[in-house]
């Protein structure tokens, strides 16, 4: 569904974010990249859908060239592929409807309303995707009046009427408390299980990531530095991703930690 060759990406003015990835994923696979702050993980997920311009290195999406692409065959890629930020994103002053409703229309949504402009088929999608995540009823609220937690599933249901084939997730439950990144990881592992949609997540926490991944992509300094199952993340694992450097520490709980760095 995903396959990533010899990436590299050199951002200005010198920095070297990815150096050298080699990734396919497969079919349904819900990968969660880890990694510390600093290590890639944004960079290689916005090159995944070329937001970001790799220097060197393929990507392809469920069978389309990214890399390499010109506008037509880079927009029909970027269909296949929803996004979820950790900000949202959502057009706050248009309708959760409207919102929802340009995912489906690839495109932000222009005041005045989408709503009355688009195909019934399109309107009735759009609401489907809203059911799934639970905000079925809201579908006429301004954006910006919902919590964060509901603005997030705005965002899933906006990912989920583009149809897409994969959804790329950069730390979608950072803003959000606890209760509510269980909420939102639950949905999209729901997702993930249903349609068997192929899910890329970054996060930071290391608890949830080995909860609801199938697969886990370690990054460290640009490069693959662990890929395997949640079951094979043990404490040595934990240390080779995230140990071992000064700076920022890294945003693991302290009980999952070598104790070295806990003391
Ligand atoms: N626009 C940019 N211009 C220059 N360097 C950048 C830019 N964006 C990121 N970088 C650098 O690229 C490297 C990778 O950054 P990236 O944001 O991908 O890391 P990350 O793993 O997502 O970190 P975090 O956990 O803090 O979100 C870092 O050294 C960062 O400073
Ligand atoms: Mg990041």
Redesign the pocket.
């Known amino acids: 569904m995903i396959e990533v060759a010899g990436l590299r990406?050199v951002?200005?003015?010198s920095?070297?974010?990815?150096d050298g990835v080699d990734l396919a994923i497969q079919p349904g696979e819900f990968v969660v990249?880890l990694?510390?702050?600093?290590?890639?993980?944004?960079?290689?997920?916005?090159a995944l859908n070329r937001l970001?311009e790799p220097t060197a290195g393929s990507v392809r999406v469920a069978g389309r060239a990214v890399t390499g692409a010109g506008a037509a065959e880079l927009r029909a890629a970027r269909r296949q592929i929803g996004m979820i930020f950790q900000q949202f994103n959502l057009v706050r002053r248009a309708s959760v409807l409207d919102n929802v409703l340009a995912g489906r229309l690839g495109y932000v949504a222009p005041l005045p309303s989408l709503v009355g402009r688009v195909p019934p088929a399109d309107r009735a999608l759009a609401l489907e995707c809203l059911g799934r995540v639970g905000l079925g009823h809201l579908a006429g609220r301004r954006a910006d009046t919902l919590s964060g937690g509901e603005q997030q599933r705005v965002a899933i249901a906006r990912a989920l009427a583009q149809a897409p084939s994969v959804i790329l997730a950069?730390?979608p439950t950072?803003s959000l408390d606890p209760a509510l990144t269980t909420e939102i990881m639950g949905i999209l592992k729901a997702i993930n299980v249903e349609r068997r949609l192929t899910l890329v997540v970054?996060q930071?926490q290391l608890e949830t990531a080995l909860a609801y991944a199938t697969r886990i992509v370690g990054?460290r300094r640009?490069r693959v530095g662990f890929d395997g199952p949640p079951s094979a993340v043990t404490p040595a694992v934990v240390d080779a991703i995230y140990g071992g450097e000064e700076g920022?520490p890294p945003?693991v709980p302290l009980d999952k930690r070598d104790n070295k760095e806990a003391k």
């Open positions: 990406i951002l200005p003015p920095v070297v974010a990815v990249i990694g510390r702050s600093g290590a890639g993980k944004t960079t290689f997920l916005r970001v950069d730390e950072a970054s930071h990054f640009g920022n945003r």
